[in-house]
């Protein structure tokens, strides 16, 4: 394991030091919920679509493997190369392998999470390989040496500005030049030429359907699209849990995913890939990395679900205020917070306390994951291995204590309602004090309710 | 056990116990008192059984399953003699109503609760309302009740629920009910998540603040005491002109 | 063991089973007159819908929104129409195709609800000239018009139809600071040609 990675309220206490760009970040994924709910919205039956979504995957992950051999034998029928990899180390080698077979000194890489999660890119370029990503927010990120914020806006927590300073100093694009447009443009010619010059495409996978051995990838911009047919060699790096059983299941997800992630009706670019083009080959790399382990906790299944369409970051308020990498994780946000315990129990600890629990991307979720509920079973099971601070653990075990003895209870809050009335300011507002840092605390009256208090 | 109890004006009473949040016990009797007496002037004879402490979900929502079940198994056995118990707080009402199942406590075992406005609203069945109070009241939806209880409908979703805390305060003579342009996001309060995430909880409430000031809402109103104990501080603490109210004070024609 | 068999292995142990496969979907009958909706979506994604009595009318079209179209480079599928300006071996030359102007090339199921066009992947000689060519024109037969991605999957799947693209307006991006633009990388515009009756 990697060394320790920054706790949550920390990295996002510094996200919000920035008032005005927190609020800027706030305000423009809030315009993305805001669009996907008036996209979800236009469909009348959308809570039954996102019902249906659910049962689908429900019953893929009850037959997972089923399913899964079902998918190789179908996808080799049509002209493509299965491989499996357990977890990191054996997906890099295997790509990498591939791509050295082939001769390949340059890749063109679409949106892949998954290639995040590996992280195949500084593998890749410690051998030698040029890899370009091709989405334009991941290009920025990538130019900037960061990762992703988001899994669908991975730029978003760049402005213009920045994005100009970026562009300029590796593009060459003029100083100043902050035009979405032009700087578009300036992204446009430079990445269409890499094209040419890429040796294989490296994209994602949206959806991957068994009975057909079908690939369905999703873009806005057409680069996946490009990556996967302008070099004849394309390798597709997918989850285990990415499968639909049939075909027709497509339409319940390409319906979801859009409306759900951007607010758009579909992506412009929906591509479905059953075998190689003529002349090409097709390499599908499946990773396991952590997911059969995760299907095997009931409680937590659920999050097997995901679609990656981003929706429970839009909403999520904590995600809006602290920015996607206040999270130290590949998948950040609601969905992060429930997958990343998991793989990484002892780094992640403080991310299913980063949410207030409110529910909402629970609400969004298309695949109607429990979002909020598995947040609080994580908790429950970093209590659990004691991984919670000592001051909690304390807390919780006197707070029983007292909670089951009304005599106790009421002496308790007298107590607390004492001190706080005669304790000075300067001491009851000292740096413990978190709550009273940007807060005041209520004014205690001399009696509880309970103990004869009134108006 | 015993209890405070009172008599109920109308011959068609509802007996129901009073479940007071352990933070409104503690910081807000005004609170409780209102309730109170807003559930009697409709009808209900009032219990407000003494032995009760807390619902247990500060714990629960650290992650302490083990160490809530006990306080639960407290609450339930303080509250297991009553058809009916109303209890000012959503989140609580979820707490009991949604998560103690979770603790497998048995279904049958678990007390019968009801928040507040929805208690009013579906059980009372109340459609009229003898008080005023006339100013501009944003409402603020507490999450839990929100979205664990469907008091209204999640601004995410869609469905058809009743917004009961709406339908009430629209009751009282001379209030203006303001539409606010995030109408049910979270305030940042979440327990411990207030402590243990200050900076965004802090960030979130001052927006949520803020969001009811461009409606120039004179009052915010919420069926959670808890989210308005973390907006008043914050209110107090910047000395803003907007303030706090639980809607059974506003229910109550109380001053607030 | 290979990996293969090691990730099945640990899958069968965890996997659950039991659950029943829902019943194949149908969506709510839509509200709108299906043109109307398809020219709306089409309009929101940036794209945009020219109605044609029949293919005859689609030459005077471009001709009149690309006066100089002679002297442009254009792969047609409709060479009756517009003819193919490129020499064959271009079609297997990537570099080339990265010039093209123009393509002009028969889509076939029309979703009403978000102006998705299938393209089957063996409509055009090289797949990438659909993302290659700086404008795209789709020509769709109206009677190809159908209200949801229910109907458009459940025929593809009846045809064994299963390379394709779904095609909604022209490539654009919003990574900029949430600022849409039109044309990201692929093409620039997407004029979609509906010809016929309904």
Excluded at chain 1, 208 to 236: Q, R, S
Excluded at chain 1, 327 to 353: C, D, W
Excluded at chain 2, 65 to 84: G, S
Excluded at chain 3, 159 to 187: H, M, N
Aim: net charge neutral; hydrophobic share 40%; aromatic share 6%.
């Amino acid at each position: 394991m990697s060394a320790r990675t920054e706790a949550h309220p920390p990295a996002a206490a510094r996200f919000l030091d920035d008032g005005a760009h927190a609020a800027w970040h706030d305000a423009a994924l809030w315009n993305v919920r805001d669009r996907r709910d008036k996209a979800a919205a236009s469909v009348p039956d959308w809570e039954r679509l996102r019902e249906q979504a659910t049962r689908i995957k429900q019953h893929t992950l009850a037959h997972l493997p089923d399913y899964l051999e079902q998918f190789e034998r179908a996808a080799r029928a049509a002209g493509a190369t299965v491989h499996w990899a357990k977890d990191p180390e054996e997906f890099r080698v295997l790509v990498h392998g591939l791509l050295k077979q082939h001769g390949v000194t340059s890749v063109a890489k679409s949106k892949s999470m998954l290639t995040e999660e590996c992280a195949l890119n500084p593998y890749l370029e410690a051998q030698g390989i040029e890899v370009v990503d091709t989405d334009l927010g991941e290009r920025v990120v990538q130019l900037n040496q960061e990762h992703p914020s988001h899994i669908v806006l991975p730029a978003i927590h760049l402005n213009k500005q920045q994005i100009g300073r970026i562009f300029e100093k590796n593009l060459g694009t003029a100083p100043g030049n902050d035009s979405a447009e032009e700087l578009t443009e300036a992204a446009r010619q430079d990445l269409r030429a890499r094209y040419l010059h890429a040796q294989a495409g490296i994209t994602g996978v949206n959806f991957a359907v068994a009975e057909t051995g079908t690939l369905v990838v999703c873009t806005n911009e057409a680069n996946a699209d490009l990556g996967m047919t302008v070099p004849k060699l394309h390798i597709a790096c997918m989850g285990l849990e990415k499968l639909v059983p049939r075909f027709e299941d497509l339409a319940v997800f390409t319906r979801l995913l859009a409306r759900s992630g951007t607010g758009q009706a579909i992506t412009a670019y929906t591509s479905h890939v059953t075998g190689p083009a003529p002349g090409s080959e097709l390499h599908i790399v499946l990773l396991d990395n952590g997911r059969s382990a995760l299907l095997a906790r009931d409680r937590f299944r659920n999050a097997l679900k995901c679609i990656r369409c981003g929706a429970c970051m839009n909403t999520c308020p904590v995600f809006r205020r602290s920015g996607g990498h206040s999270y130290n994780h590949v998948i950040p946000g609601p969905i992060g917070s429930v997958l990343a315990p998991n793989v990484a129990f002892e780094q992640t600890e403080t991310l299913p306390f980063a949410s207030s629990l409110c529910g909402s991307c629970t609400e969004v979720c298309p695949v109607k994951i429990d979002l909020h509920k598995q947040l609080l079973y994580w908790r429950e099971e970093l209590a659990k291995e004691g991984r919670v601070p000592l001051s909690k653990q304390l807390g919780a075990h006197v707070f029983t204590f007292v909670a089951t003895r009304p005599w106790l209870f009421k002496l308790g809050g007298r107590m607390m309602r004492l001190s706080l009335r005669i304790t000075p300011r300067a001491l009851v507002y000292g740096p413990w004090n978190a709550w009273g840092k940007r807060r005041e605390l209520p004014v205690p009256p001399k009696r509880s309710y309970l103990d004869g208090g009134r108006p | 056990m015993r209890a405070m109890t009172s008599a109920a004006p109308t011959t068609q009473s509802l007996r129901a116990a009073l479940m007071v949040p352990c933070y409104v016990d503690q910081f807000y009797p005004a609170v409780a008192d209102a309730a109170r007496r807003v559930l009697e002037r409709h009808g209900c004879e009032v219990v407000v059984p003494k032995q009760q402490t807390c619902c247990g979900q500060p714990m629960l929502n650290s992650g302490f399953a083990k160490e809530t079940l006990p306080v639960a198994k407290h609450c339930c056995k303080v509250f297991a003699d009553f058809e009916y118990v109303v209890c000012p707080s959503g989140s609580c009402t979820a707490m009991v109503r949604e998560h103690y199942r979770d603790l497998w406590l048995d279904d049958a075992k678990i007390p019968r609760v009801f928040e507040f406005c929805e208690f009013l609203h579906d059980v009372v069945g109340v459609r009229e309302m003898d008080v005023s109070f006339p100013h501009r009241v944003g409402i603020h939806q507490g999450c839990h009740g929100l979205r664990e209880l469907r008091l209204a409908q999640p601004s995410e979703s869609f469905g058809c629920a009743t917004d009961k805390t709406r339908a009430l305060l629209s009751l009282v003579r001379d209030i203006e009910l303001v539409n606010l342009d995030r109408p049910d996001e979270c305030c940042g309060f979440g327990g411990l998540f207030a402590v243990s995430e200050e900076a965004v909880s802090v960030g979130m409430g001052r927006d949520r603040v803020a969001c009811h000031e461009r409606a120039h809402a004179e009052i915010i109103a919420s069926g959670d005491m808890s989210c308005l104990m973390h907006l008043e501080g914050i209110i107090r603490r910047e000395h803003r002109a907007v303030r706090v109210a639980h809607v059974a004070q506003i229910l109550a024609g109380d001053r607030v | 063991m290979s990996s293969r068999d090691t990730i099945l292995k640990a899958l069968r142990e965890a996997a659950p089973g039991g659950v029943e496969a829902p019943a194949m979907y149908t969506p709510d009958a839509p509200a709108a007159d299906l043109l109307e909706s398809f020219e709306f979506r089409l309009k929101a994604c940036g794209g945009e819908l020219a109605v044609l009595r029949s293919v005859e009318e689609l030459a005077p079209l471009l001709s009149a929104r690309w006066p100089d179209l002679a002297e442009r480079s254009v792969y047609s599928t409709n060479p009756a129409a517009v003819p193919t300006s490129l020499p064959e071996a271009a079609f297997t030359d990537t570099a080339a195709l990265q010039h093209l102007d123009l393509a002009i090339v028969d889509g076939c199921e029309c979703v009403a609800e978000n102006a998705a066009v299938w393209v089957p992947a063996g409509a055009v000689p090289h797949r990438s000239l659909l993302y290659l060519a700086e404008h795209l024109v789709l020509i769709v037969r109206r009677d190809a018009l159908l209200p949801t991605m229910h109907e458009a999957y459940a025929r593809l799947a009846q045809r064994g139809d299963t390379s394709g693209y779904f095609i909604a307006g022209p490539s654009k991006t919003s990574d900029i600071a949430q600022c849409l633009v039109i044309g990201a990388q692929g093409p620039r515009s997407c004029l979609v040609c509906m010809v016929g009756d309904a």
